[in-house]
């Protein structure tokens, strides 16, 4: 590994705590409490704020505004924090914003790809391999499942949940969950059809993809009720687990699902 470089425009903390290898480019500024992992790099004009704690090997473009105050008004200064796995890529003018309450986070899992513009209020809980495209914005109190992807633009309500591979599409706007392993889109979002390339890419086997179809049609297309139609997904084949996944999910919601 080599050694931690910091170029003479950059402004570090003397709180800050920098691991091994760790890269600060021209013109940017750590403010506080930041730890940052091995590895890491920041490259011009990039800003974070502490009290944050960032792991190994993340990447921050030109821009990006890490560990913010909350956007939340009722925010008074309480020490809040934000926490971030390993290996993500935050590309230009990325947000990222500390929660709300006394001593609670927002977190950020490993290996996400954050393109620009995309911006993570207070209080969210982001899981790993996640993929923001251009502009996709959750409020606050979010949570977004492994592998799930955001549509450019798309725009989450607080409180929503995305579950686990499921999509969104372009310019959608989410007002409710999204159950795991769906594709959802439009304004206001509806669910369209199972993930399957999603799930493919992600090594579900045929026979799973096809339980989950099944899963999709009794939700969607037999005009049931929530409870019926939990009913009729108990029954189903499920060789991967993924349906009791999706009816847990739908039993857990709190805002409905799309």
Excluded: W
């Excluded at 170029?7 to 500024?29: F, M, N």
């Excluded at 890529?89 to 950020?108: D, L, M, P, Y």
């Excluded at 392993?181 to 493919?200: F, H, S």
Aim: glycine share 12%; hydrophobic share 35%; net charge negative.
């Amino acid at each position: 590994m080599s050694e931690t470089s910091i170029h003479p425009t950059a402004i570090v903390d003397a709180a800050a705590e920098l691991a091994a290898g760790v890269r600060i480019g021209p013109y940017c500024v750590i403010r506080g409490k930041v730890t940052i992992g091995e590895g890491s790099e920041l490259l011009n004009n990039v800003t974070i704020e502490g009290p944050t704690e960032i792991g190994q090997g993340n990447f921050f473009h030109t821009g990006a505004m890490i560990g913010g105050r909350t956007q939340d008004l009722k925010y008074d200064g309480e020490p809040t924090y934000l926490k971030i796995g390993d290996h993500n890529n935050f590309r230009e003018c990325v947000t990222v914003n500390r929660a709300t309450e006394k001593g609670g986070a927002t977190t950020i899992g490993s290996h996400g790809n954050f393109l620009a513009y995309s911006h993570i209020a207070h209080d969210c809980i982001v899981g790993d391999h996640v993929i923001f495209s251009n502009n996709g914005t959750l409020a606050g109190h979010v949570t977004m499942g492994d592998y799930a992807i955001l549509g450019g633009l798309t725009a989450v309500h607080q409180f929503c949940r995305i579950g686990d591979h499921a999509i969104t599409g372009g310019c959608s706007k989410i007002v409710q969950d999204i159950p795991p392993y769906m594709i959802a889109d439009g304004n206001p979002a509806k669910v369209r059809a199972v993930n399957t390339e999603g799930l493919r890419r992600r090594g579900f086997d045929d026979a799973s993809i096809r339980s989950m179809k099944k899963a999709y049609q009794q939700l969607y297309r037999k005009d049931l009720n929530k409870t019926a139609a939990l009913e009729a997904l108990a029954e189903l084949d499920d060789p991967s687990g993924a349906v009791a996944k999706l009816i847990e999910f739908v039993r857990s919601t709190e805002r409905g699902v799309h």
